[in-house]
Structures are given as structure tokens and as C-alpha cells.
């Protein structure tokens, strides 16, 4: 097995290893801050909250796990905002460490 090449970017590290014996390269994404957010996302839903405030996020995702989510619910991408926010819902029914705000309030 060969050394795997990393590269960073501001958000994301890719590493690229090669495996002769399999004449395949893999690819690796991982995002340096996905844990922060999943702890910052752990600490918000800690606080209280009394009713759902106009500005208060529901949920912060981490950015490498956008094209995943897509492919899994391709409505995230339609037009039609029902369509949108019901895709955008199940998604984060399926994902609770993304919610900001507890489950059940969601």
C-alpha cells in the first residue's frame, strides 16, 4: 500500500490512497470541524426553550454530509417548498444529532 496523499482545504481533508493489489484509489472526505458542530448542536438542545423564537435555528448540518443527504432525499432540491420542508423534516427525523432544538419540539 502506498503513502496517502492529503489535502486541505479551509473546511474539508482529502486523502487519496491507492491499493495496487485491488487497482482501485480511494478517496476520503472528512470535514475538521463536524465534531464541533455535533458537540455545539449537543450543548444548544441542553437549553431551555419555551417556544420555538422566530430566529432560533432548527438544525445545523455539517457540510460534508449535504450530498449524501441530498442523494438520500432528492426533494431537499425542489422547487416546491412543501415538497422541501417535508424531505428537509424526515431528513432530520433520521438524524437527530443535527437538531439544534429537542425532537419533540421539532
Known amino acids: 500500500m ?6 486541505d482545504t479551509d473546511v474539508f481533508r482529502t486523502r487519496v490512497v491507492e491499493q495496487p493489489h485491488e487497482d482501485r484509489v480511494y478517496v476520503e472526505r472528512t ?3 463536524e465534531q464541533a458542530i455535533l458537540a455545539r448542536n449537543a450543548e ?3 437549553l431551555e426553550q419555551r417556544k420555538m423564537e422566530w430566529g432560533r435555528q432548527v438544525a445545523s448540518i455539517p457540510e460534508i454530509a449535504l450530498p449524501a ?17 417535508r424531505a428537509l423534516h424526515r431528513a432530520l427525523l ?3 444529532e443535527w437538531l439544534v432544538v429537542e425532537k419533540g419540539k421539532l
Open 31 to 33: 470535514q475538521w470541524n
Open 94 to 96: 433520521a438524524h437527530p
Open 2 to 7: 502506498s503513502q496517502p496523499e492529503t489535502f
Open 69 to 85: 443527504l441530498v442523494r438520500e432525499y432528492p426533494d431537499i432540491r425542489s422547487n416546491d417548498r412543501v415538497a422541501r420542508g
Open 44 to 46: 444548544l438542545r441542553k
